[in-house]
């Protein structure tokens, strides 16, 4: 049976992660609007975690967030993965399904997210391998722009292969605002600039996170710190630009008092009522 939910637009939400099982189930109402799994960690779950997933779905809405897709990989699309992914999907009535614009496997698993080159020939790969995975889900599939730390090669800038796989694709933007903030000073170009470059009608949900500092020229996206100033400032632009998109909160490890997550929250919530009216 289908669990209704509403959309989840101008909300904010948390990853389902094990080390916050306690905390989700005894969350507040008001403290987050919704959760955010990864399917291929839940699909077939049983036991404690199971029952807490059909729980906690019962009483938020789910967004799922992928893993282990690949979509600009070379070997062929998982289809029977997919298959049991828009089961899943049906099953929980999930409003928004999104996986990252990198790939991850090649003779296996390579358990990272690995860049692909800026090129037509990218673009051309990639959009076709998204649309073939929204034909098998009967759905729309929205993709993330990935943290880099080495170029493969770029023909074009980031913001235009991302336009331009959008466009081939005929897909959404899962906006990761802490990711546009680490690659520009990783590689160089102005955030505000990707932003403006972004065509709105695309985005359809946001992620924030911490990162690490390793040099005034080095950030890591790591999802274990609190978000930095510079990014709530980018990300209030984000909301400006696109709208008050749902939002999620990403920490996966390093967990701090739930009370500080929830302060989070409501940073997230007070930009989006602020982009709202500005709006």
Not at 173 to 193: A, C, K
Request: one cysteine or more.
């Amino acid at each position: 049976m289908q669990i209704p939910h509403p959309t989840l637009q101008a909300s904010v939400g948390l990853g389902l992660r094990r080390g916050l099982m306690k905390d989700l189930q005894a969350a507040r109402t008001g403290d987050f609007d919704f959760l955010e799994v990864a399917p291929e960690n839940w699909i077939g779950v049983g036991g404690v975690h199971g029952a807490a997933l059909r729980e906690l779905a019962e009483r938020y809405p789910l967004s799922c967030h992928g893993l282990s897709l690949s979509l600009g990989g070379s070997a062929p699309l998982d289809v029977d993965f997919l298959r049991e992914v828009r089961v899943f999907l049906d099953h929980y009535n999930v409003p928004l399904y999104s996986e990252h614009l990198s790939y991850c496997s090649d003779d296996g698993h390579l358990y990272d997210l690995l860049p692909l080159p800026f090129t037509e020939e990218a673009v051309h790969h990639v959009a076709a391998r998204i649309r073939q995975a929204q034909d098998i889900l009967g759905r729309r599939l929205a993709v993330e722009n990935v943290s880099y730390y080495a170029a493969p090669r770029q023909d074009m800038d980031e913001v235009t292969f991302t336009n331009a796989v959008l466009r081939e694709a005929d897909c959404d933007l899962l906006l990761d605002v802490n990711n546009v903030y680490v690659n520009s000073i990783n590689h160089g170009f102005d955030p505000q600039t990707f932003l403006a470059g972004i065509e709105p009608g695309r985005v359809v949900g946001m992620h924030v996170a911490g990162h690490f500092d390793e040099s005034d020229t080095l950030k890591i996206d790591t999802h274990g710190a609190s978000v930095k100033p510079v990014v709530w400032s980018l990300l209030a632009e984000a909301y400006a630009r696109f709208g008050a998109q749902p939002t999620l909160l990403e920490r996966d490890f390093n967990f701090p008092a739930f009370s500080e997550l929830v302060a989070e929250l409501q940073t997230i919530r007070r930009l989006q009522n602020q982009g709202g009216q500005r709006g």
